[in-house]
T-cell receptor, first 112, second 117 residues
Framework: GQQVMQIPQYQHVQEGEDFTTYCNSSTTLSNIQWYKQRPGGHPVFLIQLVKSGEVKKQKRLTFQFGEAKKNSSLHITATQTTDVGTYFCAGKDGGSNYKLTFGKGTLLTVNP | NAGVTQTPKFRILKIGQSMTLQCTQDMNHNYMYWYRQDPGMGLKLIYYSVGAGITDKGEVPNGYNVSRSTTEDFPLRLELAAPSQTSVYFC????????????????FGQGTRLTVV
């Protein structure tokens, strides 16, 4: 079945440093979504990417979808303590409109 | 707007006991999901439903059952609890995908933290 791999599993940064997490799928995706989960909380939707090569920005967050629609990345510029949490990518493969497969997530901790 | 509501928030079960995790949503979403989250392991899909009366297995369905008699409710049943089912359980719902570019984000409940001893 479809697998979504995410690296790194953990990342610790100093406040102000940049952070990137990468997501790779074993199959071509129809779209990819990114979620953030604060410690003790539930996943909250950040963004959805649909088009090959798409790039979207939300303030300090930049999301990219690969040309082959099999990989994606999330980059945070100048991290802040409020960025702490686990970032998940979740993909829908080309044959399914409803099955979301999540990566294992990247836990980001930020030292003030 | 309540969104996705899960009950209970916490539960301790003894091995062999059974229980039902409740999930209800008030957004008229067709799609509903149950995930379990183990530490450092991400979210694994247990069961999903694309509409009332229709359910299907996800990655890790063994030991669980679901039903979807209404659009709003999607309960998850554990028949014979085992320590391996200790986890945090999340219910989620989303819109049907009308077009390829339509936003189909999943809305999650607050989670149920289950411990089996």
């Amino acid at each position: 079945g479809q697998q979504v791999m995410q690296i790194p599993q953990y990342q610790h940064v100093q406040e102000g440093e940049d952070f990137t997490t990468y997501c790779n799928s074993s199959t071509t995706l129809s779209n990819i979504q990114w979620y953030k989960q604060r410690p003790g909380g539930h996943p909250v939707f950040l963004i959805q990417l649909v088009k090959s090569g798409e790039v979207k920005k939300q303030k300090r967050l930049t999301f990219q979808f690969g040309e082959a629609k099999k990989n994606s990345s999330l980059h945070i510029t100048a991290t802040q303590t409020t960025d702490v949490g686990t970032y998940f990518c979740a993909g829908k493969d080309g044959g399914s409109n409803y099955k979301l497969t999540f990566g294992k997530g990247t836990l980001l901790t930020v030292n003030p | 707007n309540a969104g996705v509501t899960q009950t209970p928030k916490f539960r301790i079960l003894k091995i062999g006991q059974s229980m039902t995790l409740q999930c209800t949503q008030d957004m008229n979403h067709n799609y509903m999901y149950w995930y379990r989250q183990d530490p450092g392991m991400g979210l694994k899909l247990i069961y999903y439903s694309v509409g009332a009366g229709i359910t299907d297995k996800g990655e890790v369905p063994n030991g669980y059952n679901v039903s979807r008699s209404t659009t709003e409710d999607f309960p998850l049943r554990l028949e014979l609890a085992a320590p391996s089912q200790t986890s945090v359980y999340f219910c989620a719902s989303s819109y049907s995908q009308i077009s390829r570019t339509a936003n189909t984000e999943a809305f999650f409940g607050q989670g149920t933290r289950l411990t089996v001893v």
